[in-house]
C-alpha cells in the first residue's frame, strides 16, 4: 500500500512517477523498498490517466458498500427465519 501512496504523492505533487523518485519517497518516509514493487508500480502506471482513476475509485467505493449492505440484510432476514422454524418444530414435539 506504501508504494501506492508514494505513486499519489509524486502525483500530486506534480513530479514524475519513476523508479527513482518513488525509492527516494519511500527511503525518506523509512520504508525498505523492494526494487521489483517498485518497477511493478512504475509499469502499472504507465499510461494510466490518474486523475480519472481517482475519480472512479471515488464513485466505485460507495457503490460497492451499499452493495454490501444490501446483502448483509439479506443475510439477517434469512438467519431471522431460522430460529422462528426451530421454536415451531420445539413447540411441535411438545404437543405431539
Do not use: C, T
Not at 5 to 13: E, K, P, T, V
Not at 22 to 34: F, T
Not at 60 to 82: F, I, L, S, T
Amino acid at each position: 500500500m506504501e508504494y501506492i501512496y508514494a505513486g499519489l504523492l509524486l502525483y500530486r505533487a506534480g513530479k514524475q512517477v519513476d523508479e527513482a523518485s518513488v525509492k527516494k519517497v519511500l527511503d525518506a518516509a523509512g520504508i525498505k523498498v523492494d526494487d521489483g514493487r517498485v518497477k511493478a508500480l512504475v509499469a502499472a502506471l504507465d499510461g494510466v490517466n490518474i486523475e480519472e482513476a481517482i475519480k472512479e475509485a471515488a464513485v466505485a467505493a460507495p457503490v460497492a458498500a451499499v452493495a454490501e449492505v444490501k446483502e448483509e440484510k439479506k443475510e439477517e432476514k434469512k438467519e431471522e427465519k431460522k430460529p422462528a422454524a426451530d421454536a415451531a418444530a420445539g413447540l411441535g414435539a411438545l404437543f405431539g
